[in-house]
């Protein structure tokens, strides 16, 4: 019973990461059109933000005594793990590679969604720190 809740709690961040691998075992990612430098930047930013944003969310609800920031860095330090496997993960799928940069865009989105959660819990949540 235990095991599900925590299941529960977490599944959100599962299903995100789910989603991720799924997009790094492809190597034909579609071209949406947009042309502008670093763009594959952005996108890294854009989704592990997203991953960041439930990330800090299940960590709030696993631990709600947790303080904003510790979740926060601690979503930012998961997405730093993840995003090093998924770079790993990629040198094995033909014609993707690893690249630190992108390692560099998953961290920095993973802090920015976690540091996005922040601000849209004290909006609906009357809860502590």
């Known amino acids: 019973m235990r095991l599900l809740r925590v299941l529960a709690r977490w599944s959100p961040v599962l ?3 789910a989603v991720i691998f799924l997009l790094s075992s492809r190597n034909d990612i579609p071209d ?3 042309h502008f430098p670093h763009r594959d930047k ?7 933000g997203f991953w960041g944003f439930l990330f800090c ?3 709030r609800r696993q631990w709600p ?3 904003r920031i510790r979740g926060i860095l601690l979503a930012a330090l998961a997405g730093l793990v993840y995003g ?3 770079e790993i993960h990629q040198i094995f799928v033909p014609r993707r590679s690893a690249d630190l940069a992108d ?4 961290v920095l989105g993973a802090f920015l969604g976690g540091w996005a959660h922040a601000p849209w819990l ?3 949540s009357r809860r502590g720190p």
Do not use: R
Request: no cysteine.
């Open 15 to 17: 299903i995100a990461s």
């Open 32 to 34: 949406l059109g947009y």
């Open 42 to 48: 952005v996108a890294h930013v854009g989704i592990y």
């Open 57 to 59: 969310a299940s960590a």
């Open 65 to 67: 005594g947790i303080p």
């Open 84 to 86: 090093a496997s998924d």
């Open 103 to 106: 390692l560099g865009a998953d």
């Open 122 to 124: 004290g909006l609906w």
